[in-house]
């Protein structure tokens, strides 16, 4: 059974940057974690994904411009880099880990453990 424990979310003007992170209990190494998140009245979307002790990353869209997705296996932790932070970002960011292959277009429902998010907030 695997556990997701999200952190570093926050509230930061715009322009800045933040790196939420993600610590996995339980089977971490080579399995596919993704950031996605959900903003107010929208649908959660995937952010980026990456096969964890493989090094394979993917990005949903043009998202790989200001999100850079990266993992510490001696930490079992991944990691989101958020730069030049916008409003429209504002959102709840969660942290996900499937068994199934990663791809480009992450599907919520493809996901079967799921973190409890965290905030990120800009203004």
């Known amino acids: 059974h695997v556990q997701l424990v999200e952190s570093g979310g926050g509230s930061v003007q715009a322009g800045g940057s933040l790196t939420p992170s993600c610590v996995a209990s339980?089977?971490?190494?080579?399995?596919?974690m993704a950031w996605f998140r959900q903003a107010p009245g929208k649908e959660r979307e995937g952010v980026a994904a990456?096969?964890?002790?493989?090094?394979?990353?993917y990005y949903a869209g043009s998202k790989n411009e200001r999100f850079t997705i990266s993992e510490d296996n001696s930490k079992n932790t991944v990691y989101l880099k958020i730069d030049s932070l916008k409003p429209e970002d504002t959102a709840m960011y969660y942290c996900?880990?499937?068994?199934?292959?990663?791809?480009?277009?992450?599907?919520?429902?493809?996901?079967?453990?799921w973190g409890q998010g965290t905030q990120v907030t800009v203004s």
């Open positions: 339980g089977y971490f190494n080579k399995r596919c």
């Open positions: 996900a880990a499937t068994r199934r292959l990663c791809r480009p277009n992450m599907v919520v429902a493809e996901f079967e453990y």
């Open positions: 990456i096969v964890t002790g493989r090094g394979n990353i």
